[in-house]
């Protein structure tokens, strides 16, 4: 597979891997630099980070984790990923003492959400993928690990604005929070290396 060369191959990877995304870990961070070409109005230009990313999505490509269906009778799970641009997770099931990935979400973040602080994005995550994942989490209690205070926060009841309304979307569902400890699965070694730092509760909330 060879570099995109213009606008509309770039389009067109783009539009294969959106298919793709829930097979693949971190799948909008990892090609961000390709996907900010999509965005400006100025000639196209494939510079190094997108070529570096590009190797990177091949490398995916090449051996992407196996997804498996669900347990009705076991716990579900999500790990969170936040970085600067973009929002990914992974819903997991342990089975023999390992997770075993069952279905990766991802977002990338548009310009005025990237600047937003980083427990506003860990809650836009949480939304996100329990909107993605309703007919998988709907009726089942899931355990959610993150080592942000974003439970704490949405409970408060001077609440306003996109918060109030991310609280009041995830009250429908049975989230458990629990601190981030480690993913139990090679293959999501990838995933786990890039797991958001632990934030600090700020008093404003």
């Known amino acids: 597979m060879r570099s995109p060369s213009n606008l509309k191959e770039l389009q067109q990877l783009s539009g294969r891997l959106v298919a ?25 230009s494939w510079n190094g980070s997108c070529e570096e990313a590009f190797t990177a999505l091949k490398e995916t490509l090449a051996s992407p984790p196996i997804l498996t269906r669900p347990k009705p009778s076991s716990p579900l799970e999500y790990y969170l990923v936040v970085s600067e641009e973009a929002i990914s997770s992974v819903l997991v099931q342990e089975r023999q003492g390992n997770h075993v990935p069952i279905y990766f979400v991802n977002r990338l973040l548009q310009d005025s959400k990237t600047r937003n602080q980083l427990i506003e994005k860990v809650a836009l995550g949480l939304v996100h993928t329990s909107q993605r994942l309703r007919h998988y989490v709907q009726s089942h209690r899931v355990v959610v690990h993150t080592d942000c205070p974003v439970s704490k926060v949405l409970g408060k009841l001077e609440l306003a ?11 429908q569902f049975d989230n458990v929070f629990k601190p981030r400890g480690p993913i139990k699965a090679q293959c999501l070694a990838d995933f786990v290396n890039e797991l958001h730092p632990r934030c600090q509760f700020e008093e404003h909330w």
């Open 161 to 171: 604005g996109r918060m109030m309304a991310w609280s009041v979307e995830l009250s």
């Open 20 to 44: 793709l995304s829930r097979f693949l870990p971190r799948l909008a961070d990892k090609i961000s630099p390709m996907t900010k070409l999509l965005r400006k109005a100025s000639a196209f």
